[in-house]
């Protein structure tokens, strides 16, 4: 069973920096890629930033060249590091693990970024 559980979140200031990581237990070859979303209120769900199991990653546009997504393999953990933190970035996010069966999603963090 692959199970998610994120950590990170929290109030920081417009500039600022903040790391997000999502622990993975249950990773198997049929992950395809990690990736994590956010949510703001009334708007839709969107991916920010994904990886592949062999390393590939890919990243919205509005957070290109201010979000770098990584992993480590020892135990499993997917990170988010946030630079240049903006007020329109403050949402819930969400790791994701997408396999070849299922999706699966953690419980989300909160990130609020002030002006």
């Known amino acids: 069973q692959l199970q998610l559980v994120e950590s990170g979140g929290g109030l920081v200031q417009a500039g600022g920096s903040l790391r997000l990581s999502c622990a993975a237990s249950?990773?198997?070859?049929?992950?395809?890629?990690m990736g994590w979303y956010r949510q703001a209120p009334g708007k839709q769900r969107e991916l920010v930033a994904s990886?592949?199991?062999?390393?590939?990653?890919n990243y919205a546009d509005s957070v290109k060249g201010r979000f770098t997504i990584s992993r480590d393999n020892a135990p499993y953990t997917v990170d988010l590091r946030m630079n240049s933190l903006k007020p329109e970035d403050t949402a819930v996010y969400y790791c994701n693990a997408h396999t070849l069966t299922s999706d699966y999603w953690g419980q989300g963090t909160q990130v609020t970024v002030s002006s």
């Open positions: 990886i592949t199991w062999r390393g590939s990653t």
């Open positions: 249950g990773i198997r070859f049929s992950d395809n890629y």
